[in-house]
């Protein structure tokens, strides 16, 4: 399980990184996927921290107690998988609309409601992370980051405790 959690993580914070922010974005930063990148990498992480911080745990307890739930080709591997995608969007829900209603990241919409490309988001400031118009201090983004990483550590906890990573 462990080697699990790991990959999980890699590869969704880099599918989720290099495709649905920078690559879908980079429209709304100036069309440029290399910005695209680097404005929404400190996004992406604190968003993917607190989806692993839903997942694990509900992955690892019914993994755990459930026969057949490892296997990618049972039925039951897809429901444990659906139900842990599904809690860790609860879970990140809340610093996700933080992050859009602060300009960190984008939010969604139609062409018909946004336009072609969505809303522009401002250009950088000097020495500025994302945006020039943001009302953030690296200060409230660390006490954020701080959290993010405190959710999934209390995420690995419940598992270790309910759960088995051993498997």
Known sequence: MW???IVEYVFGFAFGLFIFQALFMRDMLGGG???AVTSTVTAE????????AGMIPVMVILRTDFAGTTHI???RFWIVLSLAVLVGLVVAYPVNVWLVSNHLKHGVGTVRALGE?????PAPAAGDMDTADRQVTRAQIAAIAVVTLTAPGAGILLAAGLGDFSM
């Open 73 to 75: 080709g049972s039925v």
């Open 45 to 52: 992480w604190l968003s993917m921290n607190c989806v692993m």
């Open 117 to 121: 490309g969505g809303t522009p988001l």
């Open 33 to 35: 996927y290399g910005r």
């Open 3 to 5: 080697g699990d959690t």
